[in-house]
């Protein structure tokens, strides 16, 4: 079945894409916790970091070119932000289709909470 992020890939549902290409796409994070949070994605469907594969290395290159692109285009490339990946339970992904956060907009705060 289709994940729910393939469903934004192929418009099958809506969000707001501020980037697509034949590899990935970004989208505005549903529910962001910052300013700016985007979520960039592979258009292959892949899991989670542990499903990646050795043919997949260009495709993962390419989410930090966009992702530097994304970055600039909103005007946070300045003053900075995070790309963060949640893999399975203990990091809390919830939705199983591998994706990057990027977020800024504000002052982040420590990486982790204490
Ligand atoms: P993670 O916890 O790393 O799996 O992150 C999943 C993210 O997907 C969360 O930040 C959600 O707010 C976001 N999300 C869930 N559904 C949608 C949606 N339909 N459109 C955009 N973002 C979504």
Known sequence: MATLFSKIVHGEI????????????????????????????????????????????????HMFVVARQVARDLNIDQSGYRLLINCRGDAGQEVFHLHM???GGRKLGPMLAK
């Open 14 to 61: 809506p969000a707001d894409i501020v980037y697509q290409d034949e590899m990935v796409t970004a989208f505005k994070d549903i529910n962001p916790i910052a300013p700016v949070h985007i979520l960039i994605v592979p258009n292959k469907e892949i899991a989670t970091v542990n499903d990646v594969a050795p043919e997949d290395e260009q495709m993962l290159g």
């Open 101 to 103: 956060h990027l977020l």
